[in-house]
Protein backbone atom coordinates (compact mmCIF):
# COMPACT_ATOMS: atom_id res chain seq x y z
CA UNK A 1 0.00 0.00 0.00
CA UNK A 2 1.35 3.26 -0.72
CA UNK A 3 0.33 6.15 1.69
CA UNK A 4 0.51 10.09 1.10
CA UNK A 5 -0.04 12.51 4.13
CA UNK A 6 -1.08 16.17 3.65
CA UNK A 7 -2.41 19.12 5.74
CA UNK A 8 0.47 20.40 7.35
CA UNK A 9 1.23 23.89 7.17
CA UNK A 10 2.19 26.86 9.64
CA UNK A 11 -0.62 27.45 11.86
CA UNK A 12 -0.73 30.08 15.50
CA UNK A 13 -0.80 27.96 19.08
CA UNK A 14 -4.38 27.28 19.53
CA UNK A 15 -5.17 26.77 15.80
CA UNK A 16 -6.61 23.85 14.57
CA UNK A 17 -5.50 21.69 11.24
CA UNK A 18 -6.70 18.19 9.99
CA UNK A 19 -4.45 16.05 8.41
CA UNK A 20 -5.11 13.49 5.95
CA UNK A 21 -3.60 10.02 5.25
CA UNK A 22 -4.98 8.52 1.80
CA UNK A 23 -3.76 5.03 0.95
CA UNK A 24 -3.92 3.37 -2.38
CA UNK A 25 -3.39 -0.67 -3.40
CA UNK A 26 -4.47 -3.24 -1.02
CA UNK A 27 -7.69 -2.57 0.77
CA UNK A 28 -7.70 0.00 3.01
CA UNK A 29 -9.43 -1.82 5.52
CA UNK A 30 -7.07 -4.42 5.97
CA UNK A 31 -4.86 -2.19 7.66
CA UNK A 32 -4.54 -0.79 11.29
CA UNK A 33 -3.49 2.67 10.78
CA UNK A 34 -1.65 5.20 13.06
CA UNK A 35 0.11 8.48 13.18
CA UNK A 36 3.76 9.23 14.62
CA UNK A 37 5.29 12.86 14.65
CA UNK A 38 8.99 13.60 14.89
CA UNK A 39 10.29 16.84 16.03
CA UNK A 40 14.09 18.40 15.12
CA UNK A 41 16.44 16.41 16.98
CA UNK A 42 13.98 14.08 18.74
CA UNK A 43 12.91 10.40 18.03
CA UNK A 44 9.69 9.73 16.69
CA UNK A 45 7.08 9.39 18.44
CA UNK A 46 3.73 7.79 18.36
CA UNK A 47 0.57 10.18 18.72
CA UNK A 48 -2.64 8.02 17.49
CA UNK A 49 -3.90 4.73 16.54
CA UNK A 50 -6.89 3.04 15.22
CA UNK A 51 -7.94 0.24 14.05
CA UNK A 52 -8.57 -1.75 11.03
CA UNK A 53 -12.63 -1.86 11.43
CA UNK A 54 -12.54 2.08 13.31
CA UNK A 55 -14.19 0.27 16.27
CA UNK A 56 -10.83 1.35 18.71
CA UNK A 57 -8.65 4.54 18.83
CA UNK A 58 -5.72 5.04 20.90
CA UNK A 59 -3.82 8.43 21.67
CA UNK A 60 -0.28 9.53 23.28
CA UNK A 61 -0.60 11.43 26.86
CA UNK A 62 0.16 14.43 25.28
CA UNK A 63 -2.68 14.50 22.44
CA UNK A 64 -5.64 13.36 24.62
CA UNK A 65 -8.37 15.35 24.13
CA UNK A 66 -7.05 17.84 21.50
CA UNK A 67 -6.52 15.29 18.75
CA UNK A 68 -8.86 12.74 17.07
CA UNK A 69 -8.28 9.88 14.47
CA UNK A 70 -10.74 9.05 12.69
CA UNK A 71 -11.18 6.82 9.00
CA UNK A 72 -12.93 6.33 6.05
CA UNK A 73 -12.76 3.50 4.25
CA UNK A 74 -14.76 4.44 1.53
CA UNK A 75 -12.22 6.98 0.50
CA UNK A 76 -9.31 4.71 2.12
CA UNK A 77 -8.07 7.93 4.11
CA UNK A 78 -7.45 8.40 7.67
CA UNK A 79 -7.42 11.80 9.25
CA UNK A 80 -5.88 13.42 12.48
CA UNK A 81 -7.89 16.60 13.77
CA UNK A 82 -5.62 18.03 15.92
CA UNK A 83 -7.24 21.18 17.94
CA UNK A 84 -5.51 23.40 20.47
CA UNK A 85 -2.80 23.68 18.73
CA UNK A 86 1.12 24.14 20.84
CA UNK A 87 4.42 24.83 19.86
CA UNK A 88 5.25 21.45 20.95
CA UNK A 89 3.24 19.63 18.87
CA UNK A 90 5.56 21.12 15.96
CA UNK A 91 6.53 18.18 14.61
CA UNK A 92 6.96 16.11 10.93
CA UNK A 93 4.08 14.37 10.68
CA UNK A 94 3.70 10.63 9.62
CA UNK A 95 0.83 8.36 8.82
CA UNK A 96 2.03 4.29 8.86
CA UNK A 97 -0.16 0.92 8.37
CA UNK A 98 0.12 -2.49 9.37
CA UNK A 99 -1.72 -4.86 7.49
CA UNK A 100 -3.33 -7.40 9.94
CA UNK A 101 -6.06 -10.06 9.86
CA UNK A 102 -6.78 -8.38 13.32
CA UNK A 103 -8.68 -5.38 14.72
CA UNK A 104 -5.66 -4.18 16.96
CA UNK A 105 -4.28 -1.03 18.33
CA UNK A 106 -0.70 -0.50 17.06
CA UNK A 107 1.66 2.34 19.29
CA UNK A 108 5.28 1.11 18.37
CA UNK A 109 6.59 2.44 15.13
CA UNK A 110 8.81 -1.15 14.11
CA UNK A 111 5.48 -2.92 13.49
CA UNK A 112 4.12 -0.61 11.03
CA UNK A 113 4.76 -2.04 7.96
CA UNK A 114 4.31 1.14 5.57
CA UNK A 115 4.90 4.84 6.22
CA UNK A 116 3.83 8.25 4.03
CA UNK A 117 6.37 10.92 3.16
CA UNK A 118 5.49 13.02 6.38
CA UNK A 119 3.47 16.28 6.27
CA UNK A 120 5.29 19.28 8.46
CA UNK A 121 3.05 21.37 11.20
CA UNK A 122 4.54 24.36 12.57
CA UNK A 123 3.10 25.64 15.51
CA UNK A 124 3.82 29.41 16.41
CA UNK A 125 3.50 30.83 20.00
Known amino acids: VQLQASGGGLVQAGSSLRLSCAAS????????MGWFRQAPGKEREFVAAITRSGGSTYYADSVKGRFTISGDNAKNTVYLQMNSLKPEDTAVYYC???????????????????WGQGTLVTVSS
Open 25 to 32: GRTFSSYN
Open 96 to 114: AARYSKHVTIVVVSTMYDY
